[in-house]
C-alpha cells in the first residue's frame, strides 16, 4: 500500500534484513515480520508495557517506537533472554514464585524486571515496585511479582559466585 | 469424606503450590495466544463499529471498500439471515441488523491482506443511517414515551420466565417472612441509596478469533474466550450452523473476569472466513475492546435495614436497579445474584429483595467477577457499618451477632454444607489485629492525613451448571485427562491436574490435560461462577473412581486376588492391603487391557445441580431465575487500612486482609494469587475504575484514561488468609476463590474512609474528588452523576 523502507535491524544478537513502511513500529515489526511474538500488543499506546523489550540494554515500549528509528541499537526480546533451552534467572524466579498467571503481561514484566535488576541488583521492595510501575498486571495483584523480583536478585548472586 | 488433610498419601499432590504448568512457556515467550497464531493465507479482520448510540440501517455502500487493493471480503447484516443468541435471552445477532443500540456496536466486518489495509477499508464503508432518539440511563430509559431498544422483546427466546415491560428486560422480587410487618416492630430502621459505576475488565489480552472454513464448510475458531462451549453455542446460534461442523478450541487466554464468557467477534470471523475461503484473525486493538465488549453493571440500590435496640437484625430489604445497556447477555442472572446475596451471611427471617435491568443506549453490561455480588455488598456491607456505629457496636461484634449459624438455610431455603462466616470474621479480626489498629489508627496517620480501617463481609457461591471429565489411562499408565473446561489464567489446568492425580494416587507430571476442544472435549459450560475446581473437581472424582475400579479388576487378575483386597499404592501401582512387596504397576494394567482383555480404561463423569424451586413455605419469587441448589456457599471476610489526604481526597491504601473459607487449598500458591489479584482488582473499582460515557459514547476508552492499578497504586502487603474446613461435596474438600476476593473490598474502603475521615461515602469509585467533596460536607455523592460517571 505504501513504499516501504529497507530496514537492517539486530535482533537477540541477529541481523534482519527487512522491508517495511515507514510508519510500521518496532512491535509490529516484531511480531508479524520476524515472528517474534512475546512482545504483546495489549493498549498499543505505551501506557501497558506488555511490549517492553531492550533497546541497546533500555527498556522501550515496542509499540511507540517505529521499526526505521531503531537503526544500529541492538534489540533484545523476552526470546532473547534464554537462548536455547535455557532460563534467566529473571524467568526462573518469576516461574518458581507462582507469579505468573494469565501471563499475556509477563514478557514485558520479565523485560522489565531484566533491565531493573541490571541497574540495581539488590532493590529493596519499594525500588522494585518503581521499576515495575510501568507494567500493568490484572491477574497477579503484583504481590507475588514483586517477589519473583525479590528471587531473581538472589539467583543472579547465586550465579556470580 | 471429611478427613484430616494431608492424612492419605495417595493424595500428595494436593495442597503443593506448583507453578502453572504453562508457567515456562510463557515466561520464554513461546505461549500462543489468539494474536500469536497465524495460518497460511490467513487474511486480518476489522470491524466497523456504530458510531451512533440509537439508529434505524437503512442500507449499506461497500463498493468503495472492495474496490480498495488488497481487501477481500466485506460482510454486513445482509450477509445472514436474522438469527439471535445470547446465554439469557436470545437478543443479539452476529453483526447489527436493522438497528444500531450502542455507539462501538459491530456494524460490518472486513477481510484483507493486511491489517493496514483492513481498517483503511472500514471508512470506505458508508453505512445509511437513520437516527433515533436515544436512553442513557435507566430513569430515561424507563421514563414514559422512552424509545424502545427492542420491540421485538416479547418474541425472544429466555431461557426463564421474565416479567418485563418496555425496556426493563426483568423485574423480580423474592419476600421472606413478613417485612412490612417486622419494619413496623424494629427499634431503629436504616435506609441509603448507593451507587456505582461501569467497572470494564480489562483482561489484558484484547479479544480475538481466528476464523478457517474447510471446503466442506466445516468451521474451526480457535479465539480468546472462557468456554469454548458457548462461543459453539453462540456461533451456531447466531449464524444458523449445526454445532457438529462448529470446533472450538482455546489457545492461551489472557485473562477473562467474566468478559469473555459470550461470544461476540466469533461470527463475524466465521462469516468473513466462508465468503473468503481462507482463514481470518480478528484482534481488537484496546479501544476497540473497551466500547464494543461489556462491562460490570453500573448500579444504583436501596438498601433497608431494620434491627433492635440490641443489635438484631429484623428487616432487610434492597432494590437493585442495573443498568444492562443494549443487549441482555448476563443481565437478568446479574441482577438476580445481586438479590440473591441481599441479606448477606446473615439470619434476616424478613426481607424483600426485589430488581430490574434495564436497556439503555450503551456498551452492554454482563458477567464481571463477582457477579452482581460486589454491587449488592457495597450496599449492605456499608449499611452494615452504619447500623454498627448508630448502635454504638463495633463493626465485627456486630455482624458476628447476627452471622448465620451452621445448620442455617439460605433465604431460598438451601442447604448451607459448610458455614463458616463467623471463623472468617474470627480470623481477619485476629490477622489484622482489628481491635489495636482500629483504636489507633488517628493516632498512627501520617502528617496531613487521616487513616482509618474498615472491614466487610463476604457471602458467595460457587457452582453452576454442566460440568464433565473424561479420565483415560494411557498404554504406559499415565494419565490424561479432558474437562473441556478453559484455563483463562487463574490456574485450572493445574488445580485440575493435582485432584486427577491426587484421585489415582499418582504424580501431577503423571497426567496430562488436554486443552478443551469442542471435538474433543467433555461438556463444559465455561470458566465462570468460581466453578471449575469446585464442579469439574466433583466431575473428575467421579471419572477418577470409574478407572479406578477397572484398574483393580485388572490387577486383581494379575495378582490373582479379589479386587476388595487391593489398594492404590501411589506413584501407579496397586497392591494386595497387608502384603507388602506385591504390587503391579498402572503400565502393565493398561498394557493389559489395551492389547490384551477389556480394552482401554477410561472413565467419566458428569454433574449439573438441579435448579429446584423456592421453597414455598420459606420465600415468594416473582420474576427469579431459581439459584436454588445450584452449588456451594463460601464465606470470607475483608479488611482494608488506609489514609485519605486531607488536601487532595486522594486515598491511600495501606494494607489489606482478605480471610477466605476455601475448603481446601489444592494449590495454596494459586489460592494466594486469586486472592491477591482479586483485591488489587476490587481496589481498582473502588478507587480509580471508572467508564464515563457521554451522550452515549466512552469517554476514556484506554488505560491513559480509563485507570487501573499499577504496582505503585497498592500496598505490597496484601495478606491472603485462607482457611481450610473441607467441603463435604468435594472429593477433597475444595471450594472456589476466584471471586470472592473482588466482594467486600469497595465496602470495606468506604468503612475505613468513614472511620477515618468521619464522612460516609455511598458512591464508588471513591476518586479524590468525590472523597474531597465528602470532605467538604459535600455529601456522600449519590444522585449527581450515576450511572455514566464523573465526566
Not at chain 1, 524486571?113 to 541497574?119: N, P, R, S, V
Request: aromatic share 6%; charged share 20%.
Amino acid at each position: 500500500m505504501t513504499d516501504k523502507l529497507a530496514l537492517s535491524l539486530t535482533v537477540n544478537g541477529e541481523r534482519h534484513d527487512v522491508l517495511a513502511p515507514a510508519h510500521r513500529t518496532l512491535l509490529d515489526l516484531l511480531r508479524d515480520q520476524l515472528g517474534l511474538t512475546g512482545a504483546k500488543k495489549a493498549c498499543n499506546a505505551g501506557i501497558c508495557g506488555a511490549c517492553t523489550v531492550l533497546l541497546d540494554g533500555e527498556p522501550a515500549r515496542a509499540c511507540l517506537c517505529l521499526a526505521a528509528n531503531v537503526g544500529d541499537r541492538p534489540v533484545t526480546t523476552v526470546e532473547g533472554l534464554s537462548p536455547g533451552n535455557s532460563l534467566s534467572a529473571v524467568q526462573r524466579a518469576f516461574v518458581d514464585t507462582g507469579a505468573i498467571q494469565c501471563g499475556f503481561c509477563m514478557t514485558g514484566m520479565i523485560v522489565s524486571a531484566t533491565a531493573l535488576l541490571d541497574e540495581l541488583p539488590d532493590p529493596d521492595v519499594g525500588q522494585i515496585r518503581e521499576g515495575l510501575s510501568g507494567n500493568l498486571c490484572r491477574c497477579s495483584g503484583y504481590v507475588k511479582v514483586v517477589e519473583a523480583v525479590q528471587l531473581a536478585a538472589r539467583y543472579r548472586r547465586e550465579e556470580m559466585r | 469424606m471429611n478427613k484430616p488433610l494431608g492424612a492419605d498419601p495417595l493424595e500428595g499432590a494436593i495442597g503443593l503450590s506448583l507453578p502453572r504448568l504453562e508457567a515456562l512457556e510463557k515466561a520464554v515467550g513461546d505461549a500462543r495466544f489468539v494474536e500469536d497464531m497465524t495460518l497460511p493465507g490467513m487474511l486480518h479482520g476489522a470491524v466497523l463499529t456504530s458510531p451512533h448510540a440509537h439508529a434505524r440501517i437503512r442500507g449499506y455502500d461497500a463498493s468503495a471498500a472492495l474496490a480498495l487493493p488488497g481487501v477481500k471480503a466485506v460482510v454486513t447484516g445482509e450477509d445472514f439471515e436474522t438469527r439471535y443468541m445470547g446465554l439469557v435471552v436470545k437478543d443479539e445477532t452476529a453483526l447489527a441488523k436493522g438497528k444500531v443500540r450502542y455507539i462501538g456496536e459491530p456494524v460490518a466486518a472486513v477481510a484483507a491482506v493486511d491489517q493496514e489495509t483492513a481498517r483503511a477499508a472500514l471508512h470506505l464503508i458508508e453505512v445509511d443511517y437513520e437516527e433515533l432518539p436515544a436512553v442513557f440511563s435507566p430513569e430515561e430509559a424507563m421514563a414514559p414515551g422512552a424509545p424502545l431498544l427492542h420491540e421485538g422483546y416479547g418474541s425472544y427466546f429466555k431461557i426463564f420466565d421474565a416479567v418485563h415491560e418496555g425496556n426493563v428486560l426483568a423485574e423480580s422480587e423474592i419476600v421472606g417472612g413478613d417485612p412490612d410487618g417486622a419494619f413496623q416492630g424494629a427499634d431503629h430502621v436504616f435506609e441509603n441509596v448507593y451507587e456505582l459505576s461501569a467497572q470494564y475488565h480489562a483482561y489484558m489480552e484484547p479479544v480475538a478469533a481466528l476464523a478457517q472454513v474447510d471446503r466442506d464448510g466445516r468451521v474451526t475458531v480457535w479465539s480468546s474466550t472462557q468456554s469454548v462451549f458457548r462461543t459453539q453455542a453462540n456461533i451456531a446460534e447466531s449464524l444458523g450452523i449445526p454445532m457438529a461442523r462448529i470446533r472450538c478450541i482455546s489457545p492461551r487466554i489472557g485473562g477473562g473476569f467474566g468478559g469473555k464468557s459470550e461470544a461476540t467477534v466469533q461470527p463475524a470471523a466465521v462469516l468473513l472466513a466462508q465468503k473468503t475461503g481462507r482463514p481470518v484473525r480478528i484482534a481488537l486493538s484496546r479501544d476497540e475492546d473497551m466500547t464494543t465488549m461489556r462491562s460490570r453493571h453500573p448500579a444504583r440500590l436501596v438498601c433497608r435495614t431494620g434491627v433492635m435496640a440490641d443489635g438484631t437484625i429484623v428487616a432487610r430489604s434492597l432494590d437493585v436497579l442495573m443498568d444492562g445497556g443494549a443487549y441482555a447477555d448476563d443481565s437478568p442472572a446479574v441482577m438476580m445474584f445481586a438479590m440473591y446475596f441481599g441479606c448477606g451471611p446473615y439470619r434476616i427471617p424478613n426481607y424483600r429483595l426485589s430488581g430490574r435491568a434495564v436497556y439503555t443506549n450503551k456498551l452492554r453490561a454482563g458477567a464481571f467477577r463477582g457477579f452482581g455480588n460486589p454491587q449488592g455488598s457495597f450496599a449492605t456491607e456499608s449499611q452494615m457499618d452504619e447500623i454498627a456505629e448508630a448502635l454504638g457496636l463495633d463493626p465485627i461484634d456486630f455482624r458476628l451477632k447476627n452471622a448465620l449459624q451452621p445448620g442455617d438455610r439460605w433465604i431460598d431455603g438451601h442447604a448451607i454444607d459448610s458455614c463458616t462466616i463467623r471463623d472468617c470474621l474470627e480470623a481477619l479480626r485476629d490477622g489484622c489485629d482489628w481491635t489495636a489498629r482500629r483504636a489507633q489508627a488517628a493516632a498512627r496517620a501520617r502528617p496531613g492525613r487521616r487513616r482509618g480501617i474498615g472491614i466487610a463481609a463476604v457471602a458467595h457461591i460457587c457452582g453452576f451448571m454442566a460440568t464433565s471429565a473424561f479420565v483415560r489411562l494411557l498404554e504406559d499408565g499415565s494419565v490424561a485427562l479432558n474437562t473441556g473446561a478453559v484455563d483463562i489464567g487463574q490456574g485450572s489446568s493445574t488445580a485440575l491436574t493435582q485432584i486427577c492425580a491426587a484421585a489415582l494416587g499418582l504424580s501431577p507430571e503423571q497426567v496430562r490435560c488436554v486443552e478443551a476442544d469442542t471435538d474433543a472435549s467433555p461438556y463444559n459450560s465455561g470458566t465462570n461462577a468460581s466453578r471449575v475446581t469446585y464442579m469439574v473437581g466433583r466431575a473428575i472424582g467421579e471419572a477418577a473412581e470409574v478407572v479406578r475400579n477397572k484398574i483393580l479388576e485388572h490387577a486383581g487378575e494379575l495378582l490373582e486376588a479379589h479386587p476388595g483386597d487391593l489398594e492404590l499404592q501411589p506413584g501407579g501401582k496397586v497392591g494386595i492391603k497387608g502384603v507388602p512387596g506385591k504390587t503391579v504397576s498402572f503400565q502393565e494394567v493398561s498394557i493389559r487391557a489395551h492389547w490384551g482383555t477389556g480394552g482401554p480404561i477410561m472413565g467419566s463423569g458428569s454433574l449439573v445441580f438441579e435448579a429446584g424451586e423456592m421453597d414455598p413455605k420459606t420465600a415468594l419469587a416473582t420474576g427469579f431465575m431459581s439459584f436454588n441448589a445450584c452449588g456451594a456457599y463460601t464465606f470470607g471476610a475483608q479488611a482494608v487500612e488506609l489514609e485519605v489526604d486531607e488536601v487532595t481526597g486522594q486515598v491511600e491504601v495501606l494494607e489489606v486482609w482478605s480471610a477466605h473459607d476455601v475448603g481446601r487449598a489444592i494449590n495454596p500458591g494459586a489460592v494466594d494469587g486469586q486472592i491477591q489479584g482479586g483485591v488489587v482488582q476490587a481496589l481498582g473499582y473502588a478507587l480509580t475504575e471508572e467508564m464515563v460515557w457521554q451522550d452515549g459514547r466512552l469517554a476514556n476508552p484506554s488505560f491513559m484514561d480509563y485507570k487501573i492499578p499499577g504496582s505503585l497504586d497498592v500496598p505490597h502487603a496484601i495478606h491472603a488468609i485462607v482457611l481450610e474446613h473441607a467441603e463435604p461435596t468435594h472429593p477433597f474438600g475444595a471450594k472456589g476463590i476466584g471471586e470472592p476476593p473482588i466482594v467486600g473490598i469497595a465496602p470495606a474502603v468506604a468503612n475505613a474512609i468513614r472511620q477515618a475521615t468521619g464522612k460516609r461515602l455511598r458512591r464508588s469509585p471513591m476518586t479524590p474528588e468525590r472523597v474531597f467533596r465528602a470532605l467538604a460536607d459535600e455529601g456522600d455523592g449519590v444522585g449527581i452523576d450515576w450511572p455514566n460517571g464523573q465526566a
